[in-house]
């Protein structure tokens, strides 16, 4: 399971005990949300792409969409979602726990600008049912992500 390579991940940096484990969905924003008791767009969303054949994922607030103009001028591409059945395969994590850390080889990260108006933020952890609590810094750490980009819309 994902949520375990999540958890052997964050043991090397002693916080695999950060990461929580929900009896109920965590799949989407909303019931992530709800299972943590936040607002939604303190959720940080992992979306998957496709930009010259490379899985890139861009972690975004949980109310921030993709402006598809902002993403070409930054990707040189359209914005291209990786088909749900071939996530697992291209990231290393089903939809749902989709996160930032433990990716297959290969996977690049980007962070997007919306997220930096939070203090922490709480990505998944590999599972549908999981998350981690984490400051700004600390997502830019564990990411290692390679920038911050600015290809979203409809954040405040």
Not at 18 to 41: H, W, Y
Request: hydrophobic content about 45%.
């Amino acid at each position: 399971m994902a949520v375990e390579k999540v958890k052997e991940f964050f043991k090397e940096y002693g916080l695999a005990d950060r990461i929580l484990e929900f009896d109920v969905s965590s799949e989407t924003v909303g019931l992530a949300a709800q299972a943590i008791g936040c607002e939604e767009k303190q959720i940080a969303k992992s979306m998957s792409f496709l930009v010259n054949d490379v899985p890139v994922l861009i972690v975004t607030a949980g109310d921030a969409k993709i402006a598809n103009p902002k993403f070409k001028e930054k990707f040189h591409t359209k914005a291209k979602m990786i088909a749900a059945d071939q996530v697992g395969t291209l990231i290393g994590h089903e939809v749902g726990g989709v996160c930032p850390f433990a990716l297959r080889d290969g996977a690049e990260v980007y962070l997007d600008i919306s997220l930096k108006r939070f203090s922490f933020v709480y990505p998944a952890a590999g599972s549908g049912n999981s998350a981690i609590k984490l400051t700004i810094p600390e997502l830019e750490k564990y990411s290692h992500f390679l920038e911050w980009v600015d290809v979203c819309k409809d954040w405040i």
